[in-house]
């Protein structure tokens, strides 16, 4: 079964501050997934990536997808306080499969 | 743009009550799910619906918990009899037929077993 495993699972870095946090999933994946939780919210999704080499990018946020290492990446440029929340990076098998998901990474950007 | 909603946002409920959670999903999807997520940790998947019926289920859906599309609009989670670990935030998500969309999530329903 598809297993994700993201780190960091903690990060604390300075506004203005660029960063990058990894995604690796165990077994072939249809489609990987970022989303975006604040504090007792739900989950927004930010990215969705299909193939191999895709990026996608909104704002400060990049993802990319390489599917034969099996990594994803969410790249933050610059870093704002906004930016703080738990981003949690996630798998399906199929399309209508459902979701694996990592523990997430907890963001916090100090102003 | 179309959201999926769950209702109610907060139930506190006596160990070994019963309790449903109710969603409405987005009209022209038709895959739904149920994800449970504990204070502080990942999201986990309970039980994935397509045409009336389970499609697959997770080790912790077990027999304390039923899903029903009652209505064909809402689609809900009921656990029989609730433990004090059954306390979580549970989502309720919802996909289109066809295309890239990624599974809309409900704002969830925060279970609190006391």
């Known amino acids: 079964e598809l297993k994700v495993e993201q780190n960091p699972l903690f990060l604390s870095m300075q506004e203005g501050k660029n960063y990058t946090i990894y995604c690796n999933y165990s077994t072939t994946s249809d489609r990987l997934y970022w989303y975006r939780q604040d504090p007792g919210k739900s989950l927004e999704s930010l990215f969705v990536l299909l193939s191999n080499g895709a990026v996608k990018q909104e704002g400060r946020l990049m993802a990319s997808l390489d599917t034969k290492a099996r990594l994803s990446t969410l790249h933050i440029t610059a870093a704002v306080h906004d930016l703080s929340a738990t981003y949690f990076c996630a798998g399906t098998s199929n399309r209508d499969d459902k979701i694996i998901f990592g523990k997430g990474t907890r963001l916090h950007i100090l102003p | 743009e179309p959201e999926v909603t769950q209702t109610p946002s907060h139930q506190v409920t006596q160990m070994g009550q019963e309790v449903i959670l109710r969603c409405v999903p987005i009209s022209n999807h038709l895959y739904f799910y149920w994800y449970r997520q504990i204070l502080g940790q990942k999201v986990e998947f309970l039980v994935s619906f397509y045409n009336n019926e389970i499609s697959e289920k997770s080790e912790i859906f077990d027999d304390q918990f039923s899903v029903e599309r009652p209505d064909g609009s809402n689609f809900t989670l009921k656990i029989r009899s609730t433990k004090l670990e059954d306390s979580a935030m549970y989502f309720c998500?919802?996909?289109?037929?066809?295309?890239?969309?990624?599974?809309?999530f409900g704002d969830g329903t925060r279970l609190s077993i006391l």
């Open positions: 998500a919802s996909s289109p037929p066809a295309g890239p969309q990624p599974q809309h």
